[in-house]
């Protein structure tokens, strides 16, 4: 997993300093909207409205904005729109397992650009449940390492459920159920270590490695479909070495 998880890490810090910010700060505030709507406008009671707000925080989403997202979301102000989550599966080059998530509100639109993302970067759409057994629903929180070791950042989460901490190489990747997400994130909170994002998350049981090009190829089917408005998480099952990932990076 190591090599999709840091690839992904990579992309998250970029992410927020790339010309797509405008596209990145809609999609955080769709977050917070569906949150607020779904569990209630106070961050303290509703655990996961607390870290889709975090999130746009340390993306630099402006305080105005996130607020007025949770006002929308819990009917506070109007305006907010009706979003629907949709999981869309498909393979992508090299036979890679590639699932969707939309959160959108016109089926129709979300449905047709992601095929057309799909067909026009190598990929095809696949039957529901055909891709999704590839994959288990996790807890995911990452931790900027700074001045960590990687036993500091197990000995705060080991008692609260925490399966895994992988070392991405600038960072932390603490995994567990997505049931025990907020206990995970709660006790870093407690232990005084930083995170950079708490989200439940998909991730691969079977990997398939990929060499330059195929990882070119998957990439860039990848970077089409999280260009989409609609689009908020791509997750897909490709791994890819230290070597291949430095090469294409820097491209």
């Known amino acids: ?6 690839w992904a890490t990579t992309k998250h810090q970029k992410a927020a300093k790339d010309a797509k910010r405008g596209k990145l700060f809609a999609k955080l505030i769709k977050n917070i909207e569906v949150a607020a709507r779904t569990g209630g406008g106070d961050p303290d009671g509703n655990p996961t409205l607390y870290d889709a707000i975090q999130k746009a925080r340390k993306n630099s989403v402006p305080i105005d904005n996130i607020d007025r997202a949770v006002k ?4 506070a102000e109007a305006g907010g729109a009706d979003w629907q989550t949709i999981m869309y599966e498909g393979y992508g080059p090299s036979g890679v397992a590639v699932l969707i998530e939309c959160l959108t509100d016109n089926k129709n639109r979300a449905a047709m650009e992601v095929r057309t993302a799909m067909t026009r970067n190598g990929g095809n759409m696949a039957d529901p449940g055909s891709v999704a057994y590839l994959f288990n ?5 990452v931790v900027p390492a700074t001045d960590l070791a990687e036993d500091d950042v197990l000995l705060a989460v080991l008692d609260a459920g925490a399966e895994e901490v992988n070392n991405l190489g600038g960072a932390f990747e603490v995994v567990s159920e997505a049931t025990d997400l907020v206990p995970v994130r709660t006790a870093l909170q407690d232990a005084g270590i930083e995170y950079d994002s708490a989200d439940s998350s998909f991730l691969p049981s079977v990997q398939v490695p990929l060499d330059e090009e195929g990882a070119r190829k998957v990439l860039k089917l990848v970077d089409a479909l999280e260009d989409l408005d609609d689009v908020q998480n791509v997750y897909a099952n490709f791994d890819v070495s230290d070597d291949v990932l430095e090469a294409v990076g820097a491209e």
């Open 72 to 75: 929308r979301g819990s009917g």
């Open 1 to 6: 997993m190591s090599g999709h998880s840091k």
């Open 137 to 141: 629903r996790k807890g995911v929180v």
